[in-house]
T-cell receptor, first 111, second 112 residues
């Protein structure tokens, strides 16, 4: 099945700094999603982005499907951005359409 | 519109006990999923249901059973709980493959 790898595993930022999180995947995909898990455990959809670039406020994501990676940009980070960021891609080799998650990037934003 | 609702939120079980995690969605989604999350492991798929009346195994199905009771509800059962099943369980749904997935708030299960 597909392999999904995220980097870095941990990231500490000062409030106001920018950051880039990376997601590499081993197979071609037509479905790539980014999630934020807040410190209370809630999983929130950020982007559904199989290709191209999308922006939502201070966050944006770019997926280059041909090169099998996606990037999540966080600008002017805030303490509320803290948590774990996951990317997920479908596992066509196994159960079609079911998402395989990376292990996440744990972000800590310090005031 | 509550989205995806899971119960219970917290549960402590003794080894060998059984329990059922309940999940319901009110978004008229066809597909429903159960994931578990363990430290450093991300989320791993236990079982899924692509549509009402069908269920299939995911990455880590051993020790679990599921029931897609109707289009809204998808339950996860632990017949004989083991300490290795201590985890956070997430139910999720989406309208179909290729669309955005929505998660419940999670169920924290401890098996002692």
């Amino acid at each position: 099945g597909i392999q999904v790898e995220q980097s870095p595993p941990d990231l500490i930022l000062q409030e106001g700094a920018n950051s880039t999180l990376r997601c590499n995947f081993s197979d071609s995909v037509n479905n790539l999603q980014w999630f934020h898990q807040n410190p209370w455990g809630q999983l929130i959809n950020l982007f559904y982005i199989p290709s191209g670039t999308k922006q939502n406020g201070r966050l944006s994501a770019t997926t280059v499907a041909t090169e099998r990676y996606s990037l999540l940009y966080i600008s002017s980070s805030q303490t509320t951005d803290s948590g774990v960021y996951f990317c997920a891609a479908p596992n066509y080799g196994g159960s079609q359409g079911n998402l395989i998650f990376g292990k996440g990037t744990k972000l800590s934003v310090k005031p | 519109n509550a989205g995806v609702t899971q119960t219970p939120k917290f549960q402590v079980l003794k080894t060998g006990q059984s329990m059922t995690l309940q999940c319901a969605q009110d978004m008229n989604h066809n597909s429903m999923y159960w994931y578990r999350q363990d430290p450093g492991m991300g989320l791993r798929l236990i079982y899924y249901s692509a549509s009402e009346g069908t269920t299939d195994k995911g990455e880590v199905p051993n020790g679990y059973n599921v029931s897609r009771l109707n289009k809204r509800e998808f339950s996860l059962r632990l017949e004989s709980a083991a300490p290795s099943q201590t985890s956070v369980y997430f139910c999720a749904s989406r309208i179909s493959s290729g669309n955005t997935i929505y998660f419940g708030e999670g169920s924290w299960l401890t098996v002692v």
